[in-house]
């Protein structure tokens, strides 16, 4: 997965250059504000609370910057259901490494849905293009004093780099 940054819209995305389960059973591709309402069922049905225009409004201030070092991301079937989306940004940490800052993560898991790989690889593919050295999840949907519910999409990447490293 590439992002063309020298292309007219900066969230441009390529083809993934290696073939993998993802390039069979899903695409990725950039939010933007014309596209956003198509993934506004996954954002409902992970909080009903969030209406569709709290969601546009969210969707229009993140792309409002226009700049290829922050955007959003889905994740769609064949069939354009989608099943995932995050947004991200680019920066840098304390030793001036370049960093993927991966936030808002929403996953609709399915059974028998490889839906955890297809994640990774876009995480990995983006961070790559980004040449970031640091993947950071922010851990979604915290609530102070409260048990940690988990993200089952977070939670198995953390897994397979702890597998990796």
């Keep these: 997965m590439q992002i063309n940054a020298a292309s007219a819209d900066p969230q441009q995305f390529h083809a993934p ?5 993802m390039d069979e059973q899903f695409q990725a591709l950039p939010i933007g504000h014309q596209d956003a309402i198509a993934a506004y069922p996954l954002v409902f049905m992970h909080d009903a609370s969030i209406t ?20 959003l991301i889905a ?22 490494r370049k960093r993927l800052n991966i936030s808002d993560l929403i996953v609709a898991h399915l059974p028998g849905s ?6 990774a690889t876009v995480v990995a593919d983006v961070s790559a293009q980004f040449g970031c050295q640091i993947v950071t999840i922010e851990r979604p949907f915290v609530r102070p004093h409260a048990p940690r519910a988990g ?15």
């Design 151 to 165: 993200c089952p999409t977070a939670d198995a990447l953390q897994r397979r780099n702890r597998r990796v490293n």
């Design 52 to 71: 569709a225009e709290q969601w546009l409004q969210f969707v229009r201030r993140r792309c409002r910057s226009r700049s290829p070092r922050t955007g």
């Design 114 to 119: 490889q839906i955890d790989d297809a994640v």
């Design 75 to 96: 994740i769609r079937d064949r069939r354009g259901v989608i099943h995932a989306l995050f947004s991200y940004r680019i920066d840098s940490d304390l030793r001036v």
């Design 17 to 21: 250059s290696r073939k993998s389960t």
